[in-house]
């Protein structure tokens, strides 16, 4: 559970007072805050997300962040899935909180834990609650791009579709990048590559979504940390009947001992691969698999832009910091005349850095994401009075 507390300033300015990680919940729970410049570390009880919350409310107060819980007015939660039936951001009533128990089905990794720290935040302090979605970005996708060409009842009867995730970064990266080319957002046309352990693509035509690579759940697209990506659907058939495992327990391998993991035999973390890149064959396979895959998506995405594209712009932990991952991705952007500065590439950067060299047709960026802070526009928006 990361969290970040925010104080509005006269003039609207959301000034970060302190931020933190619960992490290992279930686990041996560990819980870190930052707050003055310093950071505290402790072992903590995380059995979980409920007592998670409480936990993260306490530290507030001893670490005197605030003095009461009344100091609190609104709390943002990213939601993984909010379907088709959440197009924005909204405050979270008795219904809407039913509503998005229902998308547990379409996303079961990931929108529990939400819940659970719902129920438990509206149990400890009686303030506005506001649900931000990753799909809900994506809700300008056309039907050519998000139906699945199985048989229609399937969309109509079981809402099986492209919904797309990683919208709030994808937003964030939209609104940052008209700012830098000094356009209109609804003038933007992008390919934004989002690559962390979990990891989508985005085509960004006239400010808004018009494809992305993550399907009905996280797992389709990209090869990622632990997620296989794209796959013939019949692995999950094939598998089961050389094996005897159940569909659940594949889609499971699929979701968490797959992608980097499952091909180097060594590590999700990018780090590590490249680490072990040297004397281990599956780890130069899995990165020239990766690679392979991005920039195949960074080609198509470029041709459904009609070729009119802004900007290409690497984001999240693997996109802003890996300067070798963006090399072998643009490496393999053959038929684009794209070429990286080898300095500009490599050097540290605060929020945003031009990367690409002056033989490139399109500027190349690596921006750094908030979506932190697009959700506590979002919150402070829909709660202040």
Not at 19 to 26: D, F, H, Q, S, T
Not at 201 to 216: H, N, P, Q
Request: hydrophobic content about 40%; charged content about 25%.
């Amino acid at each position: 559970m990361k969290f970040q507390l925010y104080k509005i300033n006269a003039n609207n300015d959301f000034e970060v007072i302190c931020k933190g990680l619960a992490e290992r919940i279930y686990l041996d729970g560990r819980f870190t805050i930052k707050y003055k410049g310093e950071e505290f570390e402790t072992e903590e009880q995380l059995p979980d997300h409920s007592a998670t919350a409480k936990v993260l409310i306490n530290k507030l107060k001893e670490h005197k962040v605030i003095n009461d819980f009344s100091d609190i007015k609104g709390i943002g939660h990213r939601i993984v899935h909010g379907g088709e039936r959440f197009t924005q951001s909204t405050i979270i009533t008795d219904e809407v909180f039913m509503e998005i128990k229902k998308m547990i089905t379409l996303a079961p990794l990931h929108n529990p834990p939400a819940i659970a720290a719902i129920k438990a935040f509206r149990n400890i302090i009686a303030v506005p609650n506001v649900a931000v979605f990753d799909t809900s970005f994506h809700t300008t996708i056309s039907e050519e791009n998000y139906l699945y060409s199985v048989p229609y009842e399937w969309y109509t009867d079981h809402q099986v579709r492209r919904y797309g995730f990683h919208g709030i970064s994808y937003r964030y990266i939209t609104n940052h990048l008209a700012k830098i080319l000094e356009k209109p957002v609804e003038e933007v046309n992008a390919v934004i590559c989002h690559l962390g352990n979990g990891a989508s693509m985005c085509a960004v035509k006239k400010g808004k979504s018009f494809d992305t690579s993550m399907g009905l759940t996280p797992l389709e697209g990209l090869i990622m940390g632990t997620r296989s990506g794209d796959i013939d659907p019949s692995i999950h058939q094939y598998i089961a009947t050389e094996t005897g495992q159940d569909l659940a327990t594949i889609t499971d391998i699929l979701n968490k001992k797959s992608g980097l993991l499952g091909i180097s035999g060594v590590s999700s973390d990018l780090r590590d691969v490249f680490a072990s890149s040297k004397e281990n064959q599956r780890s130069r396979l899995a990165l020239k698999m990766s690679s392979k895959r991005i920039a195949k998506y960074l080609l198509a995405y470029a041709n459904e832009l009609d070729g009119e594209v802004d900007a290409i712009v690497f984001t999240a932990g693997i996109g802003e910091n890996s300067a070798a991952m963006r090399q072998l991705v643009i490496n393999n952007l053959k038929i684009l005349k794209v070429d990286l500065d080898p300095i500009a590439n490599e050097k540290k950067y605060d929020s945003e850095k031009l990367i690409s060299s002056t033989r490139s047709i399109l500027p190349i960026y690596a921006i750094r994401t908030d979506e932190e802070i697009m959700i506590c526009t979002d919150t402070y928006n829909l709660t202040k009075k």
